[in-house]
């Protein structure tokens, strides 16, 4: 016996619903009520994806279509035609696969967070021309400008010596780098800018105990400019803003913002390692000694710590010298063995 | 466009049938469907949420019933994919642009505003086009001259504030302070787009709801653009008078600083947020009762009376559901939120809703729908 169901057809011409009795029979389907009899190739009939409580659609080539609310009738014609439902729909079909597939999409997010967009912020950065990346520099330093710096006091000898000694550690390529220095309300730091120019506060020469210090500072800021990290932080945070904007869709607000925050945070940990051992590499080529650095580094670790207890935080939205290096002690370790390695 | 004169109210129809709208979607099922297309969507960088759209508009037609029959959706994926990526690529030109130049940034801009109408026009084609019921396709009639006459005025003023903010972010830049006519001029946009929004909206619902067809029945719409300004007005009252009492009874209180007026000042903003939020599922609630209670397609009226009350706590809730459930209750929130909207909602019609015909070939012609083939581009996103 050919397995048979029973359907609404609808015409396509009006909205009148026929009640028939649908056929299988070898290569055709035969359609049979009261009102009307039509066969159609079974090959052309295109049958809708199975859902729970609504009845299936077999759309015709003319456009006309049956309505089948008698799914199991349906299922076995369709098992006797070797119908198979696709991938999309059976993974649908259970909840097994439902939470393979959220625990799927979790691990997507994690690993494409954790590996391929620092991956491809790399690389996009890397595409970057120097002007544009100049044009980004430039509007950075003057959105932070007016916020957090005031003229430098240091005496004028003072910064030529280490502007001087700077030239030796600079690298030479299409950026043009500079060195400057402003009072600021932000504590010893120092922030290096797309396209080479950095900014040592008063606060940050003050403390260093001699100018090797601070070159040492601005050859892990050298690392910062050219492994671009600024431009890869500026574009994992836009990506992460974007995708969390698209997730959340209306119910933004927190949601939105934290992600993005702490994007910024645990990028910088790998950043801060790469900018070390551009230092190290950097000072010694230049026949520098790496002791100062790490000796700042903790005086720098204690005044922050200090800053931090009497509630005065930075307040500005550009990470700084210390304000995202929870490794300190890590750090100073690994330039010490450098510095003894060295020896 | 005319004023409908020969409308009549449902309930003058002779002898009317009444059929309740159905819908036998589940949070349970529509989850699966939701956490799959996200998946796929993530993997292939976007480029299935073109076939994810049409399994979501699928799920929700097909679980939509009247008198027995399902609504279904026809959109195909690559057209929804052309769209989106076409609706990509302009939104990247917008907030590049303006990094460019300011210069740049106005042509951007302004080409947009001129292709907005359009696109916003055929999105709402494209909708109607692809869905069907009983076997006849809707349509939709409207012209793009009238888009223009409606999203022309607002996106102009949109248009001149965003302008008028890049320049002065551009100013900021070199240090130089707005002037006051700069920022005067900034408040009579908003003010008059504030003014205008209530008409707009109505403006916009009217577009949609005189411009449909059923098969060759066109729809006619006698909503009422006072309406729109009571159900506004009322919610900027309501917004205007719980700031009023928080506010003022915090002032009231006066200099006493202790954990009281803390807590209070916690719980007024906690209430204000939550009249704030009220506000958009209050004014759905009523505009799709007026709209609906006052469309026709030929002899078929509608009964809508979605409770503004219920509808602002499924809205809330979802809300709050979806924050505590790091987003997983998105696609239960979908289901319940459409369920009570689709439920709400009654056909009213003299016969058995059989007697439509579909559009005769020339009168799709005429209309430029063979043209649909040529711009077959879902805009909607």
């Known amino acids: 016996m050919n397995p048979s169901f029973s359907a609404k057809y609808f015409d396509g011409q009006s909205s009148r619903p026929h009640e028939v009795t649908a056929t299988v029979d070898g290569a055709t389907i035969e359609l049979r009520g009261a009102t009307l009899e039509r066969t159609f190739p079974l090959g052309e009939a295109r049958v809708s994806e199975r859902l729970a409580h609504a009845p299936r659609l077999i759309t015709f080539t003319d456009g006309s279509y049956c ?34 597939a959220l625990v799927a999409t979790v691990g997507v997010f994690v690993l494409g967070y954790l590996y391929v967009l ?46 001087e000694k700077f030239a030796q550690i600079a690298p030479h390529d299409a950026r043009e780098y500079r060195v400057e220095f402003r009072k600021s309300r932000i504590g010893p730091n120092a922030l290096a800018f797309p396209g080479g120019l950095i900014v040592v506060t008063d606060e940050l020469v003050a403390l260093a105990p001699s100018d090797e210090a601070v070159l040492g500072v601005l050859a892990h800021e050298l690392g910062h400019i050219e492994h671009r990290h600024l431009l890869r932080r500026l574009i994992t945070s836009t990506v992460t803003g974007a995708v969390a904007t698209l997730l959340a869709g209306d119910a933004s607000g927190i949601a939105t913002a934290l992600p993005a925050t702490l994007a910024d945070l645990s990028y910088s940990r790998g950043m801060e390692r790469e900018a070390d051992d551009y230092a190290i590499e950097r000072l010694r080529a230049a026949g520098l000694p ?24 930075t307040g500005v939205g550009v990470e700084g010298y210390l304000s995202t290096h929870p490794d300190t002690a890590e750090r100073v370790r690994k330039l010490r063995s450098a510095a003894a390695e060295a020896k | 466009m005319t004023e409908q004169s020969d409308y009549a109210s449902p309930a003058a129809l002779a002898a009317p049938r009444r059929f309740q709208v159905e819908f036998s979607g589940t949070g349970g099922e529509y989850f699966r469907i939701w956490i799959v297309n996200l998946l796929l969507t993530i993997v292939t960088l976007g480029i299935y949420s073109a076939w994810a759209k049409v399994r979501k508009m699928q799920y929700f037609y097909r679980n939509t019933r009247v008198d027995g029959a399902i609504f279904d959706y026809h ?19 917008y907030n590049l642009s303006f990094r460019f130049s300011l210069t740049a940034g106005i042509v951007v801009a302004l080409a947009l505003a001129v292709a907005m109408p359009w696109l916003l026009a055929q999105s709402q084609r494209f909708r109607l086009h692809n869905s069907s019921y009983r076997g006849l396709r809707f349509r939709f009639l409207g012209t793009v001259g009238e888009a223009y006459m409606i999203y022309g005025l607002p996106l102009l003023v949109v248009l001149a504030v965003g302008v008028a903010m890049a320049q002065m972010g551009l100013q900021a830049q070199r240090g130089v302070e707005p002037g006051f006519a700069f920022i005067a001029s900034m408040l009579i946009g908003y003010g008059v787009l504030l003014l205008l929004w209530p008409y707009l909206h109505y403006r916009f619902k009217r577009y949609q709801h005189a411009n449909s067809a059923f098969g060759n029945t066109q729809s006619a719409f006698a909503g009422k653009v006072s309406r729109f300004y009571i159900y506004y007005a009322i919610a900027l009252a309501a917004l205007v008078g719980v700031a009023v009492l928080v506010f003022g009874s915090i002032s009231m ?55 503004a009350r219920k509808l602002v706590w499924i809205v809330m809730s979802n809300l709050v559901l979806i924050v505590f459930t790091l987003g997983l209750f998105t696609p239960f929130a979908a289901v319940r939120s459409k369920r009570y909207r689709l439920q709400s909602v009654a056909v009213l019609s003299g016969d058995d809703l059989a007697n439509f015909v579909s559009a005769s070939a020339s009168e799709v012609a005429a209309i430029g729908e063979g043209a649909a083939d040529l711009f077959d581009v879902d805009f909607a996103l």
């Open chain 2, 75 to 93: 959109g195909r994926p690559g057209a929804i994919l052309k769209g989106r990526i076409i609706v990509l690529v302009l939104a990247m030109a």
């Open chain 1, 67 to 100: 309505e089948v609310a008698d799914q199991p009738s349906l299922d076995a014609a369709l098992a006797a035609t070797g119908f198979r439902d696709s991938l999309v729909v059976r993974l649908q079909s259970r909840w097994r696969y439902a939470v393979a």
């Open chain 1, 290 to 313: 790496l002791a100062p650095l790490a000796d700042l580094l903790e005086k720098m670790e204690a005044a922050h710590a200090e800053r931090n207890k009497a509630g005065k935080g």
């Open chain 2, 253 to 307: 209180l006066g200099p006493k600083r202790g954990y009281g007026s803390v807590f209070l000042f916690g719980a007024g903003l906690v209430l204000f947020y939550v009249v704030l939020l009220a506000i958009g599922p209050y004014i759905s609630a009523r505009v799709q009762n007026h709209v609906w209670n006052t469309t026709r397609i030929g002899a078929v009226g509608f009964e809508s009376a979605v409770k």
């Open chain 1, 118 to 163: 620092p991956w491809a912020a790399r690389l996009a950065a890397q595409q970057i021309p120097p002007e544009v990346e100049a044009r980004i520099g430039q509007d950075a330093v003057a959105w932070i400008e007016k916020k957090v710096f005031e003229p430098t006091h240091l005496p004028p000898d003072q910064r030529a010596r280490i502007v």
